[in-house]
């Protein structure tokens, strides 16, 4: 009786502990983001020589070389983003998309939370993984295709590589990415190694290597303020923060 008890206890001390050390999940850490900010708004202009940038846009027919984004962050008290604003310039008007978050569960070995992402005209759905210290390790993305991003961490935490597995509409890309980080935490050097594959009747494959290095100018309360990303030594983009605290 006495051995049953304190294997009663033993397993409640665990549960209880491994609930106290789970911390819920703070983007503001994966932002780099210091002192609690309410609000910010990057505003990126960016080459469109780069072909990773290229990628990103909805088509390629463009008589212009270059372009301007703008995102915005609102934050609660608890370091979420609550919802957040895209907008590309010239060919996309901007909108704010609202997270909600639907439910949180506990595993054997992880804690996952799904997010319902509104924009105004339809949903989309992800799962969060995160470490028993509420750091996330992946990302699921349903839309109605799977996306998948796995992320690795340095022992304090901040995020050195990301894998990713993506689909296209006729296009399935793997991507890796290495980083190198500075004093304050901010990404210095970055390595990405990259995989298309075609899915339609050549069934082409191509791969591509870069590596990007990044400077920064940073404000009183040690969040970059302005950051220059480079190539081969020539400047591609260059994002512009306004931080609200």
Not at 162 to 174: A, L, P, R
Request: charged fraction near 30%.
């Amino acid at each position: 009786m006495k051995r049953i008890l304190i294997l009663t206890f033993f397993s409640a001390f665990c549960l209880v502990t491994s609930a106290q050390s789970f911390s819920y999940y703070k983007n503001w850490h994966d932002l780099n983001l210091q002192n609690k900010p309410e609000y910010v708004t990057e505003i990126s202009t960016f080459s469109l020589e780069d072909l990773y940038e290229m990628q990103q846009l909805d088509s390629i027919e463009y008589t212009f070389s270059s372009m301007s984004s703008v995102r915005k962050y609102a934050f609660d008290s608890s370091g979420r983003i609550t919802k957040k604003y895209r907008e590309r310039i010239p060919d996309n008007p901007g909108k704010w998309i609202h997270l909600k978050n639907s439910h949180k569960k506990n595993t054997d070995d992880s804690t996952y939370i799904y997010d319902t992402i509104h924009d105004g005209t339809s949903n989309l759905t992800k799962k969060l993984y995160f470490d028993q210290h509420g750091f996330l390790t992946k990302l699921i993305r349903i839309r109605p295709l799977k996306d998948t991003t796995i992320y690795s961490r340095d022992s304090n935490h901040r995020i050195i590589k990301i894998y990713n597995h993506s689909f296209g509409i006729d296009t399935e890309t793997i991507s890796k990415n290495y980083y190198e980080l500075n004093s304050h935490g901010d990404k210095k050097v970055e390595e990405r190694y990259t995989k298309h594959h075609f899915l339609n009747f050549s069934g082409e494959t191509k791969t591509d290597r870069d590596t990007f290095n990044y400077r920064y100018i940073y404000d009183s309360k040690s969040n970059w303020i302005i950051r220059t990303k480079m190539k081969n030594d020539s400047i591609i983009k260059i994002t512009e923060r306004e931080i609200e605290y």
